[in-house]
């Protein structure tokens, strides 16, 4: 594994474990290149599962050159901190509690009219103990915390380090190989934008939609990205028989039934247009 150029840190992309992979939901569809079309693979690799479906058989594998689907149009922005890692969109040089608090000004830049009142009372009893300052800075934070969840819906993001590395909005049980590496977030107005409005059950929908992404996104570095082709009963790859790019390989699954099942229909109907024109109708 290559170090990033002149950071030394591993970015996590293009799969950074290609041979590990577990069957998880993806919230997301499935990616057709480039333009919308499937991407012909060689049928020849070793799949890592077949499957027989009403007279057909269909292979699964993994997808060996996946789009990372951060270079999609996601909905949120994942920021994280980590010493070896390059995590998610951004990675800021600051920290993170400087970087919400950087969030909340943007928002409402009248925050800064506080932080200097703050700063001013701090400076006064530097140095000494002071409830006047310890309630100044108890003030700042829950301002900020107000600011923050007027404006943005932020979820935090945690790591699991341990072979694979996987990421969740939830934290993990172990605590020797996990925390919170970074959030995932969406402003307020983004979500107007996508869903109309900002109400509780907007909001919902864009917490839903987030968590969807990081759970996609932690496929995505663990290779959990796959293909399917569809075979005939002669063992012969169908039109449109193909497509790669799905994130978890139960949707893959599903998605090469469903051509299957409208492979089946076509034949039938075109079966049925050939008779009627056999006796004339």
Same mark, same amino acid.
């Given at each position: 594994?290559?170090?990033?150029?002149?950071?030394?840190?591993?970015?996590?992309?293009?799969?950074?474990?290609?041979?590990?992979?577990?069957?998880?939901?993806?919230?997301?569809?499935?990616?057709?290149?480039?333009?919308?079309?499937?991407?012909?693979?060689?049928?020849?690799?070793?799949?890592?599962?077949?499957?027989?479906?009403?007279?057909?058989?269909?292979?699964?594998?993994?997808?060996?050159?996946?789009?990372?689907?951060?270079?999609?149009?996601?909905?949120?922005?994942?920021?994280?901190?980590?010493?070896?890692?390059?995590?998610?969109?951004?990675?800021?040089?600051?920290?993170?509690?400087?970087?919400?608090?950087?969030?909340?000004?943007?928002?409402?830049?009248?925050?800064?009219?506080?932080?200097?009142?703050?700063?001013?009372?701090?400076?006064?009893?530097?140095?000494?103990?002071?409830?006047?300052?310890?309630?100044?800075?108890?003030?700042?934070?829950?301002?900020?915390?107000?600011?923050?969840?007027?404006?943005?819906?932020?979820?935090?993001?945690?790591?699991?380090?341990?072979?694979?590395?996987?990421?969740?909005?939830?934290?993990?049980?172990?605590?020797?190989?996990?925390?919170?590496?970074?959030?995932?977030?969406?402003?307020?107005?983004?979500?107007?934008?996508? *869903? #109309? @409005?900002?109400?509780? $059950?907007?909001? !919902? =929908?864009?917490?839903?939609?987030?968590?969807? +992404?990081?759970?996609?996104?932690?496929?995505?570095?663990?290779?959990?990205?796959?293909?399917?082709?569809?075979?005939?009963?002669?063992?012969?790859?169908?039109?449109?028989?193909?497509?790669?790019?799905? *994130? #978890? @390989?139960?949707?893959? $699954?599903?998605? !090469? =039934?469903?051509?299957?099942?409208?492979?089946? +229909?076509?034949?039938?109907?075109?079966?049925?247009?050939?008779?009627?024109?056999?006796?004339?109708?």
């Amino acid at each position: 594994m290559k170090p990033s150029f002149q950071t030394g840190r591993r970015r996590l992309s293009r799969g950074l474990f290609p041979n590990s992979y577990r069957c998880k939901r993806h919230f997301q569809t499935h990616h057709e290149r480039p333009n919308g079309r499937s991407i012909p693979k060689e049928s020849t690799m070793t799949p890592i599962e077949t499957i027989s479906y009403r007279g057909y058989s269909f292979e699964i594998h993994h997808d060996t050159d996946p789009i990372s689907p951060r270079e999609d149009d996601n909905l949120g922005i994942i920021v994280g901190w980590h010493r070896r890692y390059d995590i998610g969109d951004q990675q800021p040089k600051c920290s993170p509690q400087e970087f919400l608090e950087g969030l909340a000004r943007d928002a409402d830049p009248s925050i800064e009219e506080t932080e200097d009142r703050v700063d001013t009372i701090n400076a006064h009893w530097y140095g000494q103990e002071s409830r006047w300052a310890g309630m100044a800075n108890a003030y700042l934070k829950k301002r900020y915390g107000q600011v923050l969840n007027d404006n943005y819906v932020i979820l935090p993001l945690h790591m699991y380090d341990h072979g694979n590395v996987s990421l969740s909005t939830s934290s993990f049980s172990c605590l020797w190989d996990s925390g919170q590496v970074g959030y995932v977030y969406v402003s307020k107005e983004d979500v107007i934008t996508e *869903y #109309g @409005d900002w109400t509780a $059950e907007t909001i !919902a =929908k864009a917490t839903k939609c987030l968590e969807g +992404e990081v759970e996609t996104y932690s496929q995505y570095i663990n290779g959990e990205v796959y293909g399917y082709v569809i075979k005939n009963e002669e063992l012969e790859e169908i039109d449109d028989g193909s497509c790669w790019g799905f *994130y #978890g @390989d139960e949707y893959c $699954e599903q998605e !090469a =039934k469903r051509v299957v099942d409208h492979a089946i +229909e076509a034949r039938a109907a075109l079966e049925l247009s050939d008779a009627s024109c056999g006796i004339g109708i």
